[in-house]
């Protein structure tokens, strides 16, 4: 299967995913308890007002939404308006759901607002998923070369603490250091550095354990024999290592490294104020927002597919003995 056709295969599948996923998602939403409605006429009600009142509020409230239409109209309207990149306006309207004020405009073009978000969360995310795989696979090689030194042992051993420990806990730890003056309180360091670093350690001690297991299928292997009799040094032999370890090394990169992203970025924006993509999500489920929440569910099946294109021209550059028509 040439490269051309793996790509329109893959594309094709990624929008039936979208379409399932979005479909889902809709339903969730729409045939679910309405908690925002119910906060309306909880906070109304409790203020004395009339059942005629609260009646035209709660009509009010579906009608700004579109939430009044028949089901099918509605699904039409949004997945067709999903599919088309044209995502309407946020619902987000203050004092609706009874909560705090959102950190976001409401009424916004959704599309925008997503991107932006999304942007913000790569500022961090970017760099802390380049340091762990660099670090993690060095430390995995490593490991995987020495499995009897100290130094391999105390490195692995340090990375799966770090890996253990709850980077919420860290962070928060890090927050009440600053409220007491024993930290300084930057910008530089609460939304850049902490985030990376937390970021990355929660990824690293996977990294780690897969380059090393994966390198140490390898670093007794007869081809890797012959080239340390012929004299190779550590890093040209590590390098023969790499290149063969690296397709599965790849594999778990693109797939569960997404999963664990999609986890920490929750915790990091909530705990840190970034009003990145995590943090955008959060509120909109909060706030029952459906065009952002389908907004930021898209996105999330796009880094999916984006992921698996990349991993299979990855499996090709890395081993074109790799078969495409067998994936």
């Keep these: 299967m040439s490269v051309l056709r793996l790509l329109v295969k893959r594309i094709a599948l ?191 001690g996977a990294y780690v354990s897969y380059a090393r297991a994966h390198a140490l299928e390898y670093a007794s292997a007869e081809f890797v024999t012959l080239v340390r009799a012929k004299g190779a040094g550590p890093i040209r032999v590590a390098r023969h290592v790499l290149r063969n370890a690296a397709i599965p090394l790849f594999s778990m990169v693109f797939t569960e490294a997404l999963a664990l992203l999609v986890l920490t970025v929750f915790v990091i924006e909530s705990l840190f104020t970034i009003e990145g993509f995590g943090l955008l999500l959060f509120e909109a489920v909060q706030l029952r927002d459906l065009p952002v929440v389908l907004g930021c569910t898209l996105v999330i099946i796009a880094v999916g597919i984006a992921g698996n294109v990349v991993q299979d021209l990855t499996y090709t550059i890395l081993d074109p003995r790799v078969d495409t028509d067998s994936r």
Excluded at 122 to 141: E, H, K, N
Excluded at 144 to 172: C, D, E, H, M, Q
């Design 14 to 204: 990624g929008l039936v995913a979208a379409w399932a996923v979005l479909t889902v998602t809709f339903l969730a939403f729409t045939t679910s308890r309405d908690w925002v409605a119910g906060g309306i006429e909880g906070t109304m009600r409790y203020e004395g007002a009339s059942e005629a009142e609260v009646e035209l509020a709660l009509e009010e409230y579906l009608a700004i939404h579109g939430l009044d239409r028949p089901l099918w109209e509605q699904y039409v309207d949004w997945i067709g308006s999903m599919l088309t990149l044209d995502w309407g306006r946020a619902f987000f309207i203050d004092g609706e759901s009874g909560s705090e004020a959102t950190l976001f405009e409401p009424g916004a073009p959704v599309f925008q607002m997503v991107i932006e978000a999304t942007a913000r969360t790569v500022l961090y995310v970017g760099p802390a998923l380049v340091l762990a795989l660099a670090a993690g696979t060095a430390i995995g090689l490593y490991a995987a070369s020495n499995p009897k030194g100290r130094l391999a042992n105390s490195s692995s051993g340090t990375t799966y603490l770090l890996f253990a420990v709850p980077n919420f806990w860290i962070g928060g730890m890090a927050l009440s250091l600053a409220a007491a003056g024993r930290l300084p309180d930057s910008t530089l360091v609460f939304e850049h550095l902490l985030p990376i670093t937390l970021t990355a350690t929660t990824l690293l």
